[in-house]
Antibody, heavy 124, light 106 residues
Framework: EVQLVESGGDLVQPGGSLRLSCVASGFTFSDHYMDWVRQAPGKGLEWVGRIRNKANSYTTEYAASVKGRFTISRDDSKNSLYLQMNSLKTEDTALYYC???????????????WGQGTMLTVSS | DIQMTQSPSSLSASVGDRVTITCRASQGISNYLGWFQQKPGEAPKSLIYGASTLQSGVPSRFSGSGSGTDFTLTISSLQPEDSATYYCRQHSTYPITFGQGTRLEI
């Protein structure tokens, strides 16, 4: 079964740090780009960032709201994706989803497999 | 950043109705647009990519159209299980951006 399982969500004080993890199973993790998408309570979806695969040098992209504070990394040997979050703000409070990116030959990138999310709360 | 604006923000319809949700991009994105469905307490699910290509397993009552800046998601005959929030997403340019969502009540 294709699956993504996130972990690491917690209650953190403003200015603090936290690392989220996502473990993939049921597919060749190393082949795929991976995204993080978040959803604040009762709000819409916000793309956080992307990490490409080894063939594309593990390069990353970030939303402006997190650039310089968040870092996405991966360990293909462990089928794992990470999101290191520093200088956390109250507005970072959200459910964080780990998402597989599927690239079609047409050049379209589809967010086709989603985890169930892990909750980060930033509050004093 | 490319802004994605959906309309309406919410709507109520009946079983069997045909409904259309619109998504407008602040600049041209060709057909680099997808639609997602999210039910309460669940992760989003991809419905359509490339503006009009149905994801495998998605019922044929869902369809998408558009190119450039204006896009639509149409549900031809509403079913009770279609009650959800629908999001559009562009991936023409980084940062990737989502619409604010359209809540559909059956």
């Amino acid at each position: 079964e294709v699956q993504l399982v996130e972990s690491g969500g917690d209650l953190v004080q403003p200015g603090g740090s936290l690392r989220l993890s996502c473990v993939a199973s049921g597919f060749t993790f190393s082949d795929h780009y991976m995204d993080w998408v978040r959803q604040a309570p009762g709000k819409g979806l916000e793309w956080v960032g992307r990490i490409r695969n080894k063939a594309n040098s593990y390069t990353t992209e970030y939303a402006a709201s997190v650039k310089g504070r968040f870092t996405i990394s991966r360990d293909d040997s462990k089928n794992s994706l990470y999101l290191q979050m520093n200088s956390l703000k109250t507005e970072d409070t959200a459910l964080y989803y780990c998402v597989r990116v599927h690239r079609y030959d047409s050049g379209h990138y589809v967010l086709d497999i989603w985890g169930q999310g892990t909750m980060l709360t930033v509050s004093s | 950043d490319i802004q994605m604006t959906q309309s309406p923000s919410s709507l109520s319809a009946s079983v069997g109705d045909r409904v259309t949700i619109t998504c407008r991009a602040s600049q041209g994105i060709s057909n680099y647009l997808g639609w997602f469905q999210q039910k309460p307490g669940e992760a989003p699910k991809s419905l359509i990519y490339g503006a009009s290509t149905l994801q495998s397993g998605v019922p044929s009552r869902f369809s998408g159209s558009g190119s450039g800046t204006d896009f639509t998601l149409t549900i031809s005959s509403l079913q009770p299980e279609d009650s959800a929030t629908y999001y559009c997403r562009q991936h023409s340019t980084y940062p990737i951006t989502f619409g604010q969502g359209t809540r559909l009540e059956i």
